[in-house]
């Protein structure tokens, strides 16, 4: 079970740190990342993370703004975003991918968490 926290309403140029806690059958030997959701768009990739935490890869929307991590300790993922955007309003996901890198497409993650919203005014 993963469970994404740490949304908000915030202005353009605020920080926040989403937090995503995992339990149950997930694993902290498995890659893990963080998609998002727009209203009427597409879900998109926006990071991702190797098991070890030793290996990233941002989406060229949040690059040099996101910064994803973990901490297998307590079975956490984090995204730390910073200069937030407008256009980074959404709902985010985590993910638990199927191996134990990590992967941009949705379609190689096994495990995924109830959203947490961002919105960002102007």
């Known amino acids: 079970q993963l469970q994404a926290s740490g949304g908000g309403l915030v202005q353009a140029g605020a920080s926040l740190r989403l937090s995503c806690a995992a339990s149950g059958r997930t694993s902290s030997n498995n890659g893990m990342g963080w998609f998002r959701k727009a209203l009427g768009k597409e879900r998109e990739f926006v990071a991702t993370i190797d098991w070890r935490g030793s290996s990233t890869s941002y989406a060229d929307s949040v690059k040099g703004r996101f910064t994803i991590s973990r901490d297998n300790r307590k079975n956490t993922l984090y995204l730390q975003m910073n200069t937030l955007k407008p256009e980074d309003t959404a709902v985010y996901y985590c993910?638990?991918?199927?191996?134990?890198?990590?992967?941009?497409?949705?379609?190689?993650?096994?495990?995924w968490g109830r959203g947490t919203l961002v919105t960002v005014s102007s």
């Open positions: 993910a638990q991918a199927r191996s134990s890198t990590g992967a941009s497409k949705p379609g190689l993650y096994a495990y």
